[in-house]
């Protein structure tokens, strides 16, 4: 399934034939108050039966603005009522926000990003198995520890053959047991080994690469997934894309500075460590022959900001016609072995690459495929082979390509194995089961619901006062944030496990059938209606995400905590945090690329020809804002594949802003601590983006990932709401100031 808008560390979770992230990537990536709540859902249900009935838009949109204001009235913003008093002592702080953290030498006009977190930014050190530290990462860390918890206390049970708790604890307890590893050498591995070793034609490569078993392990120059297709939200899809590399993105081989050059001298060296730990044949001349391909696919993809334009990422194939349009790639051997024969359609999501990487697929011999797919294979599963292998990734993917010092506890690794952070994996939402009966309610996710309500409501009302949308757009943009789905914490309907195997003792083997099991649960309903109900992230999770081709927004259990939420801190710090992230992700559905989705879901231009230039104007306006960031001497933030990430932060601090003053019901907020409610909201906000990070992580992150450092998610967002220059009197001659007419405001 494919999604947009992942509020946190990485690019959107895809699971299916093949991944084109490569393995360091990956691991970088890897009773409210007040109303009683039946009278509360009944006055929504009136509401929304009025709505339904009326013809006019504008008469339903000014209702909707109106029962904000009711609402609020009434007490329905209950959540975090301004005027509520809180049961109990916020987790952080007196009132939510840690005043400690703050370094108040800094101007906030110049820095609010170290003014908010500055002192806290000096004091503390990253963990040392760690590449980056702050609000995400401590969470992350949390949901680990209670994860191996829960994890422990299972495996401590005698659990019913079969059952998830059985599966869970043999999966994780073989992942720990390294002894039993390191005896089967590479005995586990060697039928795969072999079998790459016989390859002798271009079209047995193809079986191998199209094979569910080997998929993962061979990332080649075409990549397969399953996804959504973006023209009819109803049905699955086969998407076929670029792949093949083993750095994080095309710039590690192309970009000639010097930090580049010595992680392409390592990895060189690294590719050579990996085949000889193997004893593979000629080591070092296969090593220059991977380097050398790996470059010619790089030089052949698209760069990152191209690849996002869902406009052109969407070019739809029969079989016949894909034969045609990269005639060298052995399709139907591919095919065959994934089980893909009868399917008729097929989505080409990067199509120049696609034909480029099919003919160098051609031209390069099959010797150097053999190379190329042991050493990915290696790589891919260098955690579950004998110590040597792990040790050595570890060596280049942590400490060269991310700085990280020491590799993590076995344990840490083995509840991300499971998908302790990450949707993708096979196991993540068995362990999800598991996780929300100890540590998310009922009672929780109803809290949060009534937050995501508001927000709506506060967004509904923006869209209706926008001076440069047509009535004729507006329309559209109100229906779509009027049907927008929203989930919250975890499924209503698990996944079921039944015919997943897993065995004590066998780390590699539980891993494989795991996959084996995901791609067969994937490819039986490629005939079937799409599952609206599943989830692209686990409920341990700490992120959040926006789906365009469902139109909807999900919040995993796990983001829903301190500093995010905390239903006794002050409201103004949780309608920056928690608000700013549901803004944030409500904010997908109209950045520059989910609003190419209507309210169904359906990519069309549903816009007028002048609401799009004038979008389109805004929109590149922030983007310039943006790339003239520049984190590391000679390293700037790409604005343009960062636009959908930064508008969404825009617009999530300025429509959460406005939910706050909603809440309070025209009642000036009391000051705390000499901070006023405004303040304190632009606080909270910041808050959630405070965080060190390494050097060499921030160059991954910059280089391949869709969000801009958190430096920028503050200071880049704060510095074009006017109500924040109001609340800390930001004036001409501070550094972050711009003039009126320069600041961005979209929605």
């Given at each position: 399934?494919?999604?947009?808008?992942?509020?946190?560390?990485?690019?959107?979770?895809?699971?299916?034939?093949?991944?084109?992230?490569?393995?360091?990537?990956?691991?970088?990536?890897?009773g409210?108050?007040?109303?009683?709540?039946?009278?509360?859902?009944?006055?929504?249900?009136?509401?929304?039966?009025?709505?339904?009935?009326?013809?006019?838009?504008?008469?339903?949109t000014?209702?909707?603005?109106?029962?904000?204001?009711?609402?609020?009235?009434?007490?329905?913003?209950?959540?975090?009522?301004?005027?509520?008093?809180?049961?109990?002592?916020?987790?952080?702080?007196?009132?939510?926000?840690?005043?400690?953290?703050?370094?108040?030498?800094?101007?906030?006009?110049?820095?609010?990003?170290?003014?908010?977190?500055?002192?806290?930014?000096?004091?503390?050190?990253?963990?040392?198995?760690?590449?980056?530290?702050?609000?995400?990462?401590?969470?992350?860390?949390?949901?680990?520890?209670?994860?191996?918890?829960?994890?422990t206390?299972?495996?401590?049970?005698?659990?019913?053959?079969?059952?998830?708790?059985?599966?869970?604890?043999?999966?994780?307890?073989?992942y720990?047991?390294?002894?039993?590893?390191?005896?089967?050498?590479?005995?586990?591995?060697?039928?795969?080994?072999?079998?790459?070793?016989?390859?002798?034609?271009?079209?047995?490569?193809?079986?191998?690469?199209?094979?569910?078993?080997?998929?993962?392990?061979?990332?080649?120059?075409?990549?397969?997934?399953?996804?959504?297709?973006?023209?009819?939200?109803?049905?699955?899809?086969?998407?076929?894309?670029?792949?093949?590399?083993?750095?994080?993105?095309?710039?590690?081989?192309?970009?000639?500075?010097?930090?580049?050059?010595?992680?392409?001298?390592?990895?060189?060296?690294?590719?050579?460590?990996?085949?000889?730990?193997?004893?593979?044949p000629?080591?070092?001349?296969?090593?220059?022959?991977?380097?050398?391909?790996?470059?010619?696919?790089?030089?052949?993809q698209?760069?990152?900001?191209?690849?996002?334009?869902?406009?052109?990422?969407?070019?739809?194939?029969?079989?016949?016609?894909?034969?045609?349009?990269?005639?060298?790639?052995?399709?139907?051997?591919?095919?065959?072995?994934?089980?893909?024969?009868?399917?008729?359609?097929?989505?080409?999501?990067?199509?120049?690459?696609?034909?480029?990487?099919?003919?160098?697929?051609?031209d390069?011999?099959?010797?150097?495929w053999?190379?190329?797919?042991?050493?990915?294979?290696?790589?891919?599963?260098?955690?579950?082979?004998?110590?040597?292998?792990?040790?050595?990734?570890?060596a280049?993917?942590?400490?060269?390509?991310?700085?990280?010092?020491?590799?993590?506890?076995?344990?840490?690794?083995?509840?991300?194995?499971?998908?302790?952070?990450?949707?993708?994996?096979?196991?993540?939402?068995?362990?999800?089961?598991?996780?929300?009966?100890?540590?998310?309610t009922?009672?929780?996710k109803?809290?949060?619901?009534?937050?995501?309500?508001?927000?709506?409501?506060?967004?509904?009302?923006?869209?209706?006062?926008l001076?440069?949308?047509?009535?004729?757009?507006?329309?559209?943009?109100?229906?779509?944030a009027?049907?927008v789905?929203?989930?919250?914490?975890?499924?209503?309907?698990?996944r079921?496990?039944?015919?997943?195997e897993?065995?004590?003792?066998d780390?590699?083997g539980?891993?494989?059938?795991?996959?084996m099991?995901?791609?067969?649960?994937?490819?039986?309903?490629?005939?079937?209606?799409?599952?609206?109900?599943?989830?692209?992230?686990?409920?341990?999770?700490?992120?959040?995400?926006?789906?365009p081709?469902?139109?909807?927004?999900?919040?995993?259990a796990?983001?829903?905590?301190?500093?995010?939420?905390?239903?006794?801190?002050?409201?103004?710090?949780?309608?920056?945090?928690i608000?700013?992230?549901?803004?944030?992700?409500?904010?997908?559905?109209?950045?520059?690329?989910?609003?190419?989705?209507?309210?169904?879901?359906?990519?069309?231009?549903?816009?007028k020809?002048?609401?799009?230039?004038?979008?389109?104007?805004?929109?590149?306006?922030?983007?310039?804002?943006?790339?003239?960031?520049?984190?590391?001497?000679?390293?700037?933030?790409?604005?343009?594949?960062?636009?959908?990430?930064?508008i969404?932060d825009?617009?999530?601090?300025?429509?959460?802003?406005?939910?706050?003053?909603?809440?309070?019901?025209?009642?000036?907020?009391?000051?705390?601590?000499?901070?006023?409610?405004?303040?304190?909201?632009?606080?909270?906000?910041?808050?959630?983006w405070?965080?060190?990070?390494?050097?060499?992580?921030?160059?991954?992150?910059?280089?391949?990932?869709?969000?801009?450092?958190?430096e920028?998610?503050?200071?880049?967002?704060?510095?074009?709401?006017?109500?924040?220059?109001?609340?800390?009197?930001?004036?001409?001659?501070?550094?972050?100031?711009?003039?009126?007419?320069?600041?961005?405001?979209?929605?």
């Open positions: 399934m494919r999604q947009n808008g992942g509020l946190g560390v990485g690019r959107g979770v895809w699971t299916g034939l093949a991944t084109t992230l490569s393995p360091a990537t990956r691991s970088i990536v890897k409210i108050y007040g109303l009683d709540r039946c009278a509360a859902q009944g006055l929504k249900i009136m509401v929304r039966a009025y709505l339904q009935g009326q013809d006019s838009m504008n008469i339903r000014k209702l909707a603005a109106a029962v904000v204001v009711g609402l609020a009235t009434a007490g329905a913003f209950v959540a975090l009522d301004a005027g509520a008093q809180p049961k109990g002592k916020p987790e952080i702080g007196a009132w939510g926000f840690d005043l400690g953290a703050m370094d108040k030498s800094v101007k906030p006009g110049d820095d609010f990003f170290r003014y908010a977190g500055g002192t806290w930014m000096k004091n503390t050190k990253i963990p040392a198995d760690r590449t980056r530290w702050g609000s995400f990462n401590i969470l992350a860390a949390k949901s680990e520890e209670d994860v191996k918890n829960l994890v206390e299972v495996a401590g049970k005698r659990n019913a053959p079969g059952s998830v708790e059985q599966k869970v604890a043999d999966f994780y307890n073989s720990l047991d390294t002894k039993t590893i390191d005896a089967l050498g590479l005995k586990p591995f060697q039928a795969d080994l072999d079998r790459i070793a016989a390859l002798k034609t271009h079209e047995e490569t193809g079986r191998l690469i199209g094979d569910p078993g080997m998929a993962a392990n061979s990332p080649i120059a075409v990549g397969f997934f399953y996804g959504l297709d973006d023209k009819n939200p109803d049905r699955y899809a086969v998407d076929i894309l670029q792949a093949g590399l083993g750095l994080p993105d095309r710039d590690y081989y192309l970009k000639s500075d010097a930090k580049f050059a010595e992680t392409r001298t390592a990895y060189r060296a690294y590719i050579q460590k990996m085949l000889e730990l193997a004893k593979y000629n080591a070092a001349a296969s090593a220059d022959a991977i380097m050398a391909l790996e470059m010619k696919i790089a030089e052949k698209w760069p990152i900001e191209k690849q996002r334009d869902r406009d052109i990422s969407f070019a739809p194939k029969s079989p016949a016609e894909l034969k045609a349009f990269a005639p060298q790639f052995p399709w139907d051997d591919v095919f065959q072995a994934g089980g893909l024969q009868k399917q008729d359609r097929f989505i080409v999501r990067t199509s120049e690459p696609v034909q480029l990487l099919a003919k160098l697929f051609r390069t011999p099959v010797e150097t053999r190379a190329y797919l042991t050493f990915h294979y290696l790589n891919g599963q260098a955690d579950v082979l004998p110590t040597a292998f792990d040790e050595a990734a570890f280049f993917n942590g400490k060269v390509l991310t700085g990280q010092q020491e590799q993590k506890d076995r344990w840490k690794r083995a509840v991300l194995a499971l998908g302790g952070q990450y949707g993708g994996a096979p196991m993540a939402e068995a362990v999800g089961m598991i996780y929300v009966k100890k540590h998310f009922p009672q929780a109803a809290q949060v619901k009534e937050l995501v309500d508001n927000l709506l409501l506060a967004y509904r009302s923006r869209i209706e006062k001076e440069w949308m047509s009535p004729e757009t507006r329309k559209i943009a109100m229906r779509k009027q049907t789905r929203v989930k919250i914490g975890y499924p209503d309907r698990w079921d496990y039944s015919k997943l897993i065995k004590a003792g780390a590699y539980n891993r494989k059938r795991a996959a099991w995901d791609w067969t649960r994937q490819a039986s309903r490629l005939a079937q209606k799409t599952d609206k109900s599943e989830w692209g992230m686990a409920p341990q999770t700490v992120n959040a995400y926006y789906n081709t469902w139109n909807e927004i999900v919040f995993p796990a983001i829903l905590q301190p500093p995010f939420f905390d239903p006794n801190a002050d409201a103004a710090v949780n309608y920056g945090a608000g700013g992230v549901i803004g944030h992700e409500m904010g997908h559905g109209y950045d520059d690329q989910g609003a190419k989705s209507d309210e169904n879901g359906i990519l069309r231009t549903w816009w020809k002048e609401d799009e230039d004038r979008f389109k104007v805004k929109t590149a306006a922030l983007a310039k804002q943006y790339s003239s960031y520049e984190p590391l001497p000679g390293l700037k933030v790409n604005g343009d594949f960062t636009s959908g990430e930064n969404g825009l617009g999530g601090v300025a429509v959460s802003y406005e939910a706050y003053l909603l809440s309070q019901k025209g009642k000036e907020a009391p000051v705390l601590d000499g901070f006023t409610g405004k303040q304190r909201y632009f606080l909270g906000w910041c808050q959630v405070r965080s060190i990070i390494r050097d060499e992580a921030l160059r991954v992150i910059v280089t391949s990932d869709v969000h801009s450092p958190a920028y998610r503050c200071n880049g967002s704060v510095r074009n709401v006017d109500a924040w220059y109001d609340a800390f009197d930001v004036k001409p001659g501070d550094k972050l100031y711009l003039k009126p007419e320069d600041r961005v405001h979209i929605w």
